[in-house]
């Protein structure tokens, strides 16, 4: 890092570019300092499964050679950034964070990864995450748990744990979580910096590994919300190899960022305050950021959702079901691991399936797919996963209703502070409550972004989320930023500082 950027490496993308255009920086100088950092901190934060460095140099270069010869790509060239291990990387390995992938080698890139290389982006590596992004703490990772960078004995949340962390930490410039029920939001509210999840439909999931289909996006997790804005208009749009992806072009993100808050109109969910989990700092901060708002000229509105509380059962129920048919594919013949069967002419095909199963599958994969077996078996169908498809419904419907008289929806992103490694691990119940406030809006298929808001009492990151309608990304990222304009945003987390070579 030059002397006249010592805190670079936890700027926005913006500044990268500038210190790239004016030649205070190059691209494998920048990159070369990230890999750096990353060195210094990494044994405590573990925000990474692997890292690409001969690659990531290289790309470096490449875009070093296209700034000399007037050929600089966009906002993206020469900036780091990192991808969740549930997105597959060609010729990177990928595992989503489990031990069944671990071997496995992807021959194609998704269409997002394809997209971001398209632009320049230089991809430092993939990180750590819960596998198949069942979790959110980020310690069902089959390669160890992420700390949270500000306060290492804490989790990062989840699943997209190890993206939030690399990107608070200032280990990279951005990187790309999948949000099924919340992954993208709540580990970037736990870790103090900004996620979004888009539409389904607005982010190919071509090479996103399946979780659960009808749920599943792609996101962005950054410190800034125009940096966001780069990120997922370079991302977005139709892919001719994704069905459920739509046609729509993806509209200019940045055009209406910085048109503020006045005459939006806020809607404050009347039952996201009401539950008895809900912790009352978290709360407090919510309201007095909306508060905020107001004060800059939005309008505040009483809104009611009124199946919310229903959002946790229909969605494990949903998610569960799908996972088990998505997972049916890692039985040891297809991708990575196979279980030692010893002499394959006395082994048997079942036990073979069962034993790599067995083996391969941390134990939260291993609930989900007998809970989602369960419910879609026959007697059970109907009771279960038919019942949860109406609530689906519902939860659209209420969310329909409240954009009726709302542009954005204010709410908590999480009940609770990031809370101390192995707190929950033990009841999985105590996991799945935390994420109450972001899966409704995947059931809907809406929107949502999380917004640093501060620290706690203790100095933990508090999110504020916003949900707004589909393919309403702009208006999204305009009530976001206008949020962020109140909140100060991300704030480098002091233990980093101290751990980096580059002393902040
Ligand atoms: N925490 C939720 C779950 O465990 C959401 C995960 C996700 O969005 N991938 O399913």
């Known amino acids: 890092m030059t002397a006249s950027s010592p805190n670079l490496l936890f700027g926005t993308i913006d500044e990268a570019r500038t210190a790239l255009a004016d030649g205070s920086i190059t691209s494998t100088a920048l990159t070369q300092s990230v890999f750096d950092h990353i060195e210094a901190i990494e044994a405590d934060v573990h925000a990474f499964i692997r890292l690409d460095r001969s690659n990531a140099m290289e790309a470096a270069k490449e875009a070093?050679?296209?700034?000399?010869?007037?050929?600089?790509?966009?906002?993206?060239?020469?900036?780091?950034?990192?991808?969740?291990?549930?997105?597959?990387?060609?010729?990177?390995?990928?595992?989503?964070?489990?031990?069944?992938?671990?071997?496995?080698?992807?021959?194609?890139?998704?269409?997002?990864?394809?997209?971001?290389?398209?632009?320049?982006?230089?991809?430092?590596?993939?990180?750590?995450?819960?596998?198949?992004?069942?979790?959110?703490?980020?310690?069902?990772?089959?390669?160890?748990?992420?700390?949270?960078?500000?306060?290492?004995?804490?989790?990062?949340?989840?699943?997209?744990?190890?993206?939030?962390?690399?990107?608070?930490?200032?280990?990279?410039?951005?990187?790309?979580?999948?949000?099924?029920?919340?992954?993208?939001?709540?580990?970037?509210?736990?870790?103090?910096?900004?996620?979004?999840?888009?539409?389904?439909?607005?982010?190919?999931?071509?090479?996103?590994?399946?979780?659960?289909?009808?749920?599943?996006?792609?996101?962005?997790?950054?410190?800034?919300?125009?940096?966001?804005?780069?990120?997922?208009?370079?991302?977005?749009?139709?892919?001719?190899?994704?069905?459920?992806?739509?046609?729509?072009?993806?509209?200019?993100?940045?055009?209406?960022?910085?048109?503020?808050?006045?005459?939006?109109?806020?809607?404050?969910?009347?039952?996201?305050?009401?539950?008895?989990?809900?912790?009352?700092?978290?709360?407090?901060?919510?309201?007095?950021?909306?508060?905020?708002?107001?004060?800059?000229?939005?309008?505040?509105?009483?809104?009611?959702?009124?199946?919310?509380?229903?959002?946790?059962?229909?969605?494990?129920?949903?998610?569960?079901?799908?996972a088990s048919s998505n997972l049916a594919r890692y039985d040891g013949v297809r991708y990575g691991q196979r279980a030692d069967i010893g002499d394959v002419r006395k082994a048997n095909l079942v036990d073979m399936y069962n034993q790599t199963r067995s083996e391969g599958f941390g134990p939260e994969v291993k609930r989900r797919i007998l809970l989602g077996t369960y419910a879609l078996s026959a007697g059970y169908y109907d009771a279960f996963y038919v019942k949860a498809q109406r609530v689906r419904t519902l939860i659209g419907r209420d969310f329909q209703r409240a954009f009726q008289q709302c542009d954005a929806l204010c709410l908590p992103t999480s009940p609770v502070a990031p809370f101390a490694q192995g707190e929950r691990t033990a009841d999985p119940l105590q996991m799945y409550l935390a994420d109450i406030y972001t899966i409704a809006c995947n059931l809907a298929r809406v929107c949502a972004v999380s917004v640093p808001a501060g620290l706690d009492a203790s100095g933990l990151p508090v999110g504020v989320q916003f949900i707004c309608n589909h393919m309403q990304e702009p208006m999204l990222l305009r009530v976001a930023r206008a949020c962020e304009v109140q909140t100060g945003g991300y704030n480098p987390p002091t233990p980093i500082q101290g751990l980096s070579a580059e002393g902040g």
Do not use: W
């Not at 069942?134 to 990062?156: I, K, Q, W």
């Not at 870790?191 to 999931?205: A, D, H, L, M, N």
């Not at 370079?234 to 509209?251: E, K, Q, W």
């Open 64 to 322: 070093d050679q296209r700034r000399e010869q007037g050929a600089t790509l966009g906002p993206l060239d020469g900036i780091p950034i990192s991808i969740k291990d549930q997105i597959v990387t060609k010729g990177l390995e990928t595992t989503a964070g489990s031990k069944i992938l671990s071997g496995y080698i992807p021959p194609y890139d998704a269409t997002v990864v394809q997209r971001l290389k398209k632009a320049g982006a230089i991809i430092l590596g993939k990180n750590n995450q819960d596998e198949f992004a069942m979790g959110s703490s980020t310690e069902y990772s089959a390669y160890g748990a992420t700390s949270n960078p500000y306060d290492l004995s804490r989790v990062p949340g989840g699943s997209s744990g190890g993206s939030a962390a690399a990107v608070a930490a200032g280990a990279g410039f951005a990187s790309l979580g999948t949000d099924t029920g919340g992954s993208i939001r709540q580990p970037a509210a736990f870790c103090g910096v900004v996620g979004v999840k888009p539409t389904y439909g607005r982010v190919s999931r071509f090479g996103s590994i399946a979780f659960a289909s009808s749920l599943d996006q792609i996101g962005p997790i950054t410190r800034t919300v125009r940096d966001a804005a780069h990120m997922l208009q370079a991302i977005g749009g139709p892919d001719p190899r994704d069905s459920t992806c739509r046609d729509t072009p993806m509209p200019d993100l940045l055009s209406s960022l910085e048109d503020g808050a006045k005459g939006l109109r806020i809607g404050i969910v009347k039952e996201a305050f009401e539950p008895d989990g809900l912790d009352p700092e978290i709360s407090s901060r919510v309201m007095e950021t909306a508060n905020q708002l107001a004060a800059a000229g939005a309008e505040l509105v009483p809104v009611s959702i009124p199946s919310l509380p229903h959002a946790i059962a229909a969605y494990y129920l949903t998610a569960t079901a799908e």
